[in-house]
Every structure is written in structure tokens, then in C-alpha cells.
């Protein structure tokens, strides 16, 4: 089937500290795996997404990693600043639709 | 560019009504997709469209209907309004589907009483 699960549902660190978010994937997804900031009230924006030749991507803070093998991605973010309080959720593709993960409300505590 | 945009943006309906979302984008896309999110969960499909004329169903189409007559446009129909259908509609296209980022409207915000 199509599913995307995400881990935790909420998770609260220092700032300064850094989070990690989980996502394990079905057999079926393709090749690309985005991730997606949504801020109260505001819409959902792209912050990082891999492609399944790679297993690591960073940008500044953000890094993305992928166990093709254990069916996984995860969401790293160091250096936590109060603006990175929102709510993440990865996705997969399946065919020509995005299936997204139910979500992660990160909250950092200064 | 405006991006994508989505009217109206808040909505109060009383059960078995019907209404109308509309959606534009003006970044000429070509795939479009419909979303709903209820509080406190994720991002679920509705109906998505790989061009002008194509529509195709997503996770929970049932009680929906959309239509792709322009690139620009991508309207939600939803007949005879139910209190399960409260939800916040959003919006989203992008060039393709593979490798590319979707981008998302501000939402409707619908309550449905």
C-alpha cells in the first residue's frame, strides 16, 4: 500500500539543541522524498527534499538522510531557534501523488 | 506572480449545501492537487490533475468533485455538505510531480454546521 509514518507526533527541545524526525515508507514509493514547514495558520512551504541516489543532503541547519534498505528518512535540524517551532511533515511519492506523513509538532523552548 | 491563490478564504456551510473552492496559479504548471487537513493531522489528497482535461482521484475523493477546463484554474466542488467535510482545503501545483516542489495556497477554511 501507500503509507508514510511519521515519528514523534510532537517533540520539544532546548534551544540550541537539535531534533531528529522519523519517517519509515511502504514498499511501493518512488525516488524522491520531500519535506515540508508548515507555521500556524500559514501553509505548508519545501524545506529539504533527497532523491534515492543519494543518502545525505544539508542545507545550513537542515539535513536530510535516507536508509533505502530499512525503507526510512529522517529530518535532522541543529542549532534549534524558536522560528524552527512549527509543524513538519514528510512525504513520498507514489506514482504521480505525494502521500505525507501525519506530522510533527517540533517546539523549541528558549 | 500571485503563485497560487484560493477563494474564499473562510467558509461557514449548514448541512447539504453545496459551494464551490476556486483555486488559479499563474506559474503555469501543470499538475494541481487538492488537499484537506483536519486539526491535528496531516495532509490528505483529494482529487489531482496532470493537465487541462485530466483529473484523477486521491485518497478521499468521496463527497468531491473537481474539473480542469484551463492550465490557470482547478475548482473543488463539494455537493450536499456534510459536518465531516470541516476542514481546512489547501490548494497546491507544481511543474511535475517528480522532483518537484508543490506549492501551496493560503487554504480554505471550511466549517460546515
Known amino acids: 500500500g501507500e503509507n508514510v509514518e511519521q515519528h514523534p507526533s510532537t517533540l520539544s527541545v532546548q534551544e540550541g539543541d537539535s531534533a531528529v524526525i522519523k519517517c519509515t515508507y511502504s514498499d511501493s514509493a518512488s525516488n524522491y522524498f520531500p519535506w515540508y514547514k508548515q507555521e500556524l495558520g500559514k501553509r505548508p512551504q519545501l524545506i529539504i527534499d533527497?532523491?534515492?541516489?543519494?543518502g545525505e543532503k544539508k542545507d545550513q541547519r537542515i539535513a536530510v538522510t535516507l536508509n533505502k534498505t530499512a525503507k526510512h528518512f529522517s529530518l535532522h535540524i541543529t542549532e534549534t531557534q524558536p522560528e524552527d517551532s512549527a509543524v513538519y511533515f514528510c512525504a513520498g511519492l507514489y506514482g504521480n501523488k505525494l502521500v505525507f506523513g501525519a506530522g510533527t509538532i517540533l517546539r523549541v523552548k528558549s | 506572480n500571485a503563485g497560487v491563490t484560493q477563494t474564499p478564504k473562510f467558509r461557514i456551510l449548514k448541512i447539504g449545501q453545496s459551494m464551490t473552492l476556486q483555486c488559479a496559479q499563474d506559474?503555469?504548471?501543470?499538475?494541481m492537487y487538492w488537499y484537506r487537513q483536519d486539526p491535528g493531522m496531516g495532509l490528505k489528497l483529494i482529487y489531482y490533475s496532470v493537465g487541462a482535461g485530466i483529473t484523477d482521484k486521491g485518497e478521499v475523493p468521496n463527497g468531491y468533485n473537481v474539473s480542469r477546463s484551463t492550465t490557470e484554474d482547478f475548482p473543488l466542488r463539494l455537493e450536499l455538505a456534510a459536518p465531516s467535510q470541516t476542514s481546512v482545503y489547501f490548494c497546491?501545483?507544481?511543474?511535475?510531480?517528480?522532483?518537484?516542489?508543490?506549492?501551496f495556497g493560503p487554504g480554505t477554511r471550511l466549517t460546515v454546521l
Open positions: 497546491a501545483s507544481s511543474r511535475a510531480t517528480l522532483y518537484n516542489e508543490q506549492f
Open positions: 506559474m503555469n504548471h501543470n499538475y
Open positions: 533527497i532523491r534515492s541516489n543519494v
